[in-house]
């Protein structure tokens, strides 16, 4: 069950690295159409997407820091901490923004969670 959480973790690591890159450098060419943005838009979403990019970027970190860690202990509750934190944030998202990100953020974060948790 570890090398299942380890694999759905790292699932979750990249889902992430993508959503930094298309908030972040990506935004107002790739970005923009992923999320939809009008042109006329982007100007005034660009500083806020980098800010929402920053936190993703974080939550990519202690994932990172979960699987990386040299004591076991320490990496499984950076890995549940990041986990729980991309699952939350992908229930706020998909109450707030759009359902598509409960499928994309938080079954990802609860299926690596519970792996954890089963480990």
């Known amino acids: 069950m570890l090398l299942i959480a380890t694999l759905l973790t790292a699932i979750v690591i990249a889902i992430h690295v993508y959503i930094v890159l298309i908030e972040t450098v990506l935004f107002r060419t790739r970005g923009r159409k992923v999320f939809g943005i009008k042109e006329d838009r982007v100007d005034a979403l660009a500083p806020l997407m980098s800010n929402q990019g920053c936190y993703n970027g974080f939550l990519v970190a ?36 759009s359902r598509r990100i409960l499928f994309v953020q938080t079954v990802p974060a609860a299926l690596a969670l519970a792996a954890w948790l089963a480990a």
């Open 62 to 97: 202690s994932l990172a820091v979960g699987l990386l860690h040299p004591n076991p202990a320490i990496g499984r509750a950076f890995a549940v901490f990041g986990l729980v934190c991309v699952a939350v944030a992908g229930v706020w998202g998909a109450a707030t923004v």
